[in-house]
């Protein structure tokens, strides 16, 4: 019988090594799993797609709830690793760490943060008053390049970085993201079909939604061809979140280059939360009107995208244009499988 | 350049690398090297040596005018595209160059000249483009023992900071590109496994691009107290920051004070009166208000004070980020020749760093007379000897210059 607190910790942080722990102790197979895992499994994944944190609160001391919730976890990683799309695994990835870093920041004391630093591997030590120190490798595994959480905003000395509670937090749940993107996708063999099935079902109908959404304001550009970075600004975009101004620039420019007119580029900015219809047609106007040739700047390439930290996936190209444009030309003709054909 | 300059640079270097081998090349059989050629640093890449021997007879026979080498160790070095090589890790590397440091020596030895044919303006210094046409211009630079000595010093605070805050104490090495600047490399174990994201993470914090002030404790208290980070808790940047605005409030005059921080010359007599109190106050967290003003005026003068510790280059350091990121990119080799210049890009330990000049200490050709004739330069010293500025003279001068005019396209042979 497994212990219920660790139950209760794998709930919370099911990619743990208690987590894991508990998933096999458990032992279901994947054909034996209940309605209640099932659902549960569904929910991350779509919250997933949609990058929103996904946890079941108050569920302590039930055994049964807790144990579905547990088990939905690899099979949502099995679901989202049939469905295969690079966006969605970034985003489960996201979505994890968002949870995680809710309940690690909403913990009254330090167990969880300590219990999961250790459970991860990540070396620390407590450094006076409420804070910890970690080395400057540590730190920067997370792949952290947001405001606050950059290396250049921290206090750093003698290769060691010294986090408050908060930040402690932040760094462990950008690690939890870092790990699961890197066990993404999972292996498949042994997965009955029946699973696979339930897969595809689901993300057909999570696209089917998003391309519905799409079309409306789209127009004749097709944002199921955009690459991972640009699909994600774009959705973030449409679903009313806040992007930075260099991800507005970086979108607005590929937008335009893709072939999206102004007026429409404009109507998207409209779902911005801090949207000024007088503000963005004068910076639209600038950005794809101005600049020093007249015809606006040129869209970002791969490289400008990684340094500002815009680039979620590998992706073999050098352009994000370049990845739409071969989109559409397969489009058009459908990949022959040949063997000899060169790789991009 | 012409053929008859060519085969002397030719000549001289091949004589060279007869004479010394290069040695001390880490891992050299997983380094992809690129050769150049005058006019051009790098003409080929994807070049594959497997070992010191096979280098140094390519060396010998081929004679480059350039030779660069990968920070990048990959299983297949030669192989091609760049994805094929087999990656495995790279150093970190950090250039400075004495072309894009600002120093006022370059308003005496630069010479810009108006590409435009009608118009042929000219002048000293560098300019982005014409002032009298605004067509482009054609920079002549030169360099010497300031821009390089600016160099240096970025190149001692990098180390420093490596060191003392980031913790790459170890496999730390430099070495003087043989021109114009210092390379900076770190060949430990950690700092070869470091992810693309983190050295982007690591220049912009040696560049503090993305600092942000609130983040570490500057901002609005209650009423017209502004914080600041406590001196005795503070680390790294933020260390360094506090000091360097304490010392503008111990240092300054009441005159600097009200130039810089906007203020009236009675409040910043007052300031200077009562330094002390300012300064405590600032080792508690807290940006002491100018009496008598408005509390935005307090701020605007603190926030100034703030810019201006900002600006400071030992706080954000002047380094190519593009370069520095890039972990394909290839460096000069240590122990080659440069081509421009023929003085040989070698490693400089910390220790000689402070004493290390170029002109002295990287020339590897004697003095036997050559006689060439000169249509521009500034004056400048090598090898011990000083040199007055040139124009349009034939002269008889040692090797070592002559080689260096003749690469850097001041010279011609006679």
């Not at chain 1, 949502?76 to 760490?97: D, H, P």
């Not at chain 2, 100034?304 to 394909?328: G, K, N, P």
């Amino acid at each position: 019988m497994v212990l219920l607190a660790d139950l209760e910790f794998a709930q919370k942080f099911p990619f743990s090594a208690t987590g894991k722990r508990v998933i096999k102790e458990l032992g279901v197979s994947f054909g034996g799993l209940g309605e209640r895992a099932k659902k549960s499994a569904a929910e991350r994944v779509k919250s997933a797609f949609r990058g929103k944190p996904y946890f079941q609160a108050n569920l302590e001391g039930h055994r049964e709830l807790l144990e579905s919730e547990v088990l939905s976890y690899p099979l949502a990683r099995v679901y989202v690793s049939v469905i295969g799309n690079e966006r969605l695994f970034t985003g489960f990835a996201k979505s994890n760490e968002k949870a995680a870093l809710k309940l690690l920041l909403e913990e009254r004391g330090e167990d969880f943060k300590i219990r999961l630093a250790r459970e991860l591997g990540v070396e620390f030590e407590p450094a006076g008053g409420d804070g910890y120190a970690v080395s400057v490798p540590v730190f920067l595994s997370a792949g952290l390049s947001d405001g606050s959480m950059k290396l250049v905003n921290q206090r750093v000395e003698k290769g060691r970085v010294f986090l408050d509670r908060e930040r402690f937090a932040r760094l462990l749940s950008g690690i939890v993201s870092v790990r699961i993107l890197e066990s993404l996708p999972v292996p498949l063999e042994g997965v009955p079909l029946a699973v696979k099935n339930e897969a595809f079902e689901l993300g057909s109908a999570l696209q089917a939604r998003q391309r519905a959404v799409f079309e409306k304001i789209s127009g004749k550009v097709k944002p199921e061809l955009f690459p991972p970075c640009m699909e994600k600004l774009y959705a973030d975009l449409l679903g009313g979140k806040n992007l930075s101004h260099l991800a507005r620039f970086d979108l607005a420019t590929f937008l335009k280059a893709v072939g999206m007119q102004e007026e429409e580029i404009g109507k998207a900015f409209s779902n911005a939360p801090n949207y000024d219809e007088k503000i963005t047609r004068y910076q639209l106007k600038k950005i794809l009107r101005g600049g020093r040739s007249g015809r606006g700047y040129s869209p970002p390439t791969c490289a400008k995208l990684r340094s500002h930290a815009l680039c979620i996936a590998k992706c073999n190209v050098s352009h994000p244009v370049q990845y739409y444009r071969q989109g559409l030309r397969e489009a058009k003709s459908p990949v022959q499988t040949t063997p000899n054909q060169a790789s991009g | 350049m012409e053929e008859k300059e060519r085969v002397f640079l030719a000549k001289n270097f091949k004589e060279y690398y007869e004479k010394h081998s290069l040695r001390g090349i880490p891992a050299i059989e997983q380094r992809e090297f690129g050769v150049g050629d005058f006019g051009k640093k790098i003409v080929r890449r994807h070049m594959f040596f497997p070992g010191l021997k096979e280098l140094n007879s390519f060396l010998k026979e081929s004679v480059p005018p350039f030779i660069s080498y990968s920070a990048a160790y990959y299983k297949r070095p030669s192989a091609r595209p760049m994805s094929a090589k087999g990656f495995m890790g790279a150093d970190l590397i950090y250039e400075f160059d004495a072309d894009d440091i600002k120093t006022k020596c370059k308003e005496e030895h630069d010479s810009w000249k108006c590409k435009n044919p009608a118009c042929g303006a000219e002048g000293k210094g560098s300019v982005q483009a014409c002032p009298k046409c605004g067509s482009q211009v054609e920079v002549k630079q030169w360099f010497c023992s300031e821009c390089l000595g600016a160099a240096k010093e970025q190149t001692f605070k990098l180390v420093e900071v490596l060191s003392s805050e980031l913790g790459f104490e170890e496999g730390i090495s430099v070495n003087f590109s043989g021109k114009a600047g210092f390379h900076v490399h770190i060949r430990s174990k950690k700092a070869i496994s470091l992810s693309r994201s983190a050295r982007n993470e690591l220049i912009d914090y040696l560049t503090l691009n993305g600092f942000d002030l609130e983040a570490h404790g500057f901002g609005r208290a209650e009423s017209s107290m502004l914080t600041c980070p406590v001196l005795r808790n503070a680390k790294g940047i933020e260390k360094r920051f506090m000091e360097r605005l304490s010392s503008f409030i111990e240092n300054w005059s009441a005159e600097k004070l009200a130039v810089h921080g906007n203020i009236k010359r009675a409040r910043s007599s007052f300031l200077i009166k009562n330094r002390n109190i300012i300064l405590e106050k600032m080792k508690e967290g807290i940006l002491f208000p100018i009496p008598a003003e408005k509390p935005e005026t307090s701020k605007k003068f603190w926030n100034l004070l703030i810019e201006e510790a900002l600006r400071e280059e030992s706080i954000a350091l002047s380094i190519d980020r593009q370069t520095s990121v890039d972990v394909h990119k290839i460096l000069r080799l240590p122990g080659s020749l440069h081509g421009s210049t023929g003085l040989v890009a070698r490693e400089v330990s910390l220790e000689e760093l402070r004493a290390f000049d170029p002109f002295k200490d990287a020339v590897v050709f004697g003095s036997e007379p050559v006689r060439v004739f000169i249509n521009k330069a500034p004056k400048f010293s090598l090898g011990g000897e000083s040199f007055p500025a040139f124009k349009q003279t034939e002269q008889e001068l040692p090797l070592n210059a002559a080689v260096y005019l003749v690469g850097m396209g001041r010279a011609v042979l006679r």
